[in-house]
């Protein structure tokens, strides 16, 4: 068996209809998007296709698509360049307690340079409570941000029911409203994404997730939104990213994007069916273990498990012996393995939160990849329990 790569969640193999897509703009058609000339005219035409292909397929304005270096940037620009561009009407930010740390973490700077921060319950199923959406909109707010999915757990968030909540709190006031990001790098690649439905304000997304290169992310900026930029220089993207534009980059992720969407549907449903073989499977097989996240709203490519009496990431090396490659929820911190914040949310206790093991498939897996899985997974658990003193 060659190996089984079950990380679709972390990063994708580049599809080759992307690398075919990048190739001329590596080498003949090098231009500089903002030279003059006719190689600079080649490179901007080739940027501005790309923009116009990705805003079409999210239902967006062609100029309401920045491109980015990643959906780190993304998120950061959105969530600083809105509370940098009206530092003076934040009264409160609201975010989730399960958002990835490229959210979380800006939050918390924001926090410690003094801003509020509201951070959203979850239910054990890692749904946010809109209940305290409502509640906490009371507070003057600039800014909701709340992700499509969980990437670690895989449950789909009720993020058109929040930006309804957004939408009915900001009728009638005239001075000030309330903005609302949405990160949807996990949700694009398998379920329908439309911007004016979600009625987001701002939108990320980064096409490594989905067969497309990494080193760019895309940010969809509604219109009226106006934002500051968080470094200087050039005129790039609207003045909010500043730097030569990554023309082959760029040309790659809206292939990958064209690629994911016209795919989306049938992809979706090849992939749940594993995904729910791969579910039952482990369920069946093995002692000691529950699925994490909501077993209905959840991405249809993501298993997410917590096994207990067992390290996550010992079961990650064991797997990863065996030729099959997962991940955790854990993160190591300097030197001391903490449970996942995502996990910590939904109320799992510590001790079983270390025990986490995150599946995630792809355009790629097969059903001998789960069977696979599902022969190696039992005795890699067994094993480790044995080894594991109990307290
Ligand atoms: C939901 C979500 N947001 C943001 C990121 C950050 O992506 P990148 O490291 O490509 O910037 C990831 C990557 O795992 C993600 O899953």
Not at 72 to 91: C, H, M, Q, W, Y
Request: proline share 5%; glycine share 8%.
């Amino acid at each position: 068996m060659d190996k089984v790569y079950l990380d679709y969640a972390a990063t994708t193999p580049v599809r080759p209809e992307v690398v075919e897509a990048m190739r001329p703009y590596w080498g003949e058609k090098f231009g500089n998007a903002s030279s003059l000339h006719s190689f600079g005219k080649e490179a901007r035409i080739a940027v501005e296709e790309a923009r116009e292909k990705i805003a079409s397929i999210l239902n967006a304005e062609t100029e309401e698509i920045v491109f980015t270096g990643s959906i780190t940037e993304s998120d950061n620009l959105a969530i600083l360049g809105l509370t940098g561009r009206f530092p003076e009407k934040v009264g409160q930010l609201i975010t989730s307690e399960i958002e990835h740390h490229a959210v979380l973490d800006t939050f918390i700077t924001l926090e410690k340079r003094g801003y509020r921060v509201s951070y959203l319950p979850v239910n054990q199923e890692g749904q946010v409570n809109l209940k305290a959406l409502e509640e906490a909109l009371r507070t003057k707010t600039l800014l909701v941000s709340v992700m499509s999915a969980n990437n670690e757990v895989g449950t789909i968030e009720p993020v058109e029911e929040i930006g309804e909540i957004i939408n009915a709190f900001n009728k009638g006031k005239k001075d000030w409203r309330v903005y609302f990001h949405t990160d949807a790098a996990a949700f694009f690649e398998y379920l329908p994404l439309d911007v004016k439905r979600l009625k987001v304000d701002l939108l990320s997304l980064g096409p490594h997730k989905f067969g497309g290169p990494k080193g760019v992310g895309v940010l969809y900026v509604k219109k009226d939104v106006s934002l500051s930029p968080l470094y200087f220089g050039g005129h790039q993207e609207f003045g909010l990213c500043p730097g030569t534009e990554a023309v082959p980059l760029i040309v790659g992720a809206a292939k990958a994007f064209e690629l994911a969407s016209k795919e989306k549907e049938e992809n979706k449903n090849r992939v749940t069916v594993l995904r729910d073989r791969l579910i039952k499977g482990v369920l069946e097989k093995i002692p000691g273990v529950f699925l994490t996240g909501d077993a209905e709203r959840r991405l249809p490519g993501l298993a997410s498990f917590s096994f207990r009496d067992v390290e996550g990431e010992a079961v990650l090396l064991r797997l990863d012996k065996e030729g099959i490659a997962a991940s955790s929820g854990s993160a190591c911190t300097s030197g001391e393995l903490k449970p996942s914040h995502v996990l910590l949310a939904m109320g799992i206790p510590p001790e079983e939160a270390h025990g986490s093991v995150r599946f995630s498939l792809g355009r790629e897996t097969t059903k001998e990849d789960i069977d696979y899985v599902l022969e190696k997974l039992p005795r890699v658990i067994e094993d480790i329990r044995k080894m594991t003193p109990k307290l």
